[in-house]
């Protein structure tokens, strides 16, 4: 699978982190503080999101990124990519904590590269893992958390 625009959202990452250094940024303390508990939550999420991937996802001894059955459990059970959510939510904080004008725009492009990668990684996986991906998908929202919550309550399974 191509990660492409993936590959193109982390360059914007990488740029966010270094514009700063040479046009500056404003300094709201509050805004600071959100970025760096949500920097804090992006780099759990994409770690968990990874190390859930390796314990559950049967992988193949030389591939590192392509699971052979689908993961319910845990993160993966509220959200379908945990990986690109932290990759967000990393972006969002580094917004808030840099606070210009570049990073916010960087940012916006980033989350949408990241959205599209996910879009077309269901793709794949669908045509990959078939009608169980398929009603995966039915199941659990692709970002957002506070449903997969509510919808995990609702099912009683974790």
């Not at 169980?132 to 929202?141: A, E, G, K, M, R």
């Amino acid at each position: 699978m191509p990660k492409t625009f993936l590959l193109l959202s982390i360059f914007c990452l990488l740029s966010i982190l270094f514009i700063p250094d040479f046009i500056g940024s404003e300094n709201n303390p509050y805004l600071w503080i959100l970025g760096i508990v949500l920097f804090l939550n992006g780099t759990y999420l994409l770690i968990r999101g990874r190390n859930l991937l390796i314990q559950y996802g049967k992988m193949e001894r030389n591939n590192f990124i392509q699971t052979s059955v689908v993961v319910k459990r845990k993160l993966f059970a509220i959200i379908r990519h945990p990986q690109y959510l932290g990759l967000i939510f990393i972006l969002l904080g580094l917004i808030c904590s840099y606070q210009n004008w570049i990073d916010l725009d960087l940012g916006i492009v980033g989350i949408s590269l990241i959205s599209i990668q996910a879009v077309k990684e269901e793709k794949y996986c669908s045509t990959l893992l078939g009608d169980d991906y398929n009603d995966y998908c039915q199941l659990i929202p692709r970002f957002n958390f506070i449903t997969g919550v509510i919808k995990v309550i609702e099912r009683k399974t974790y």
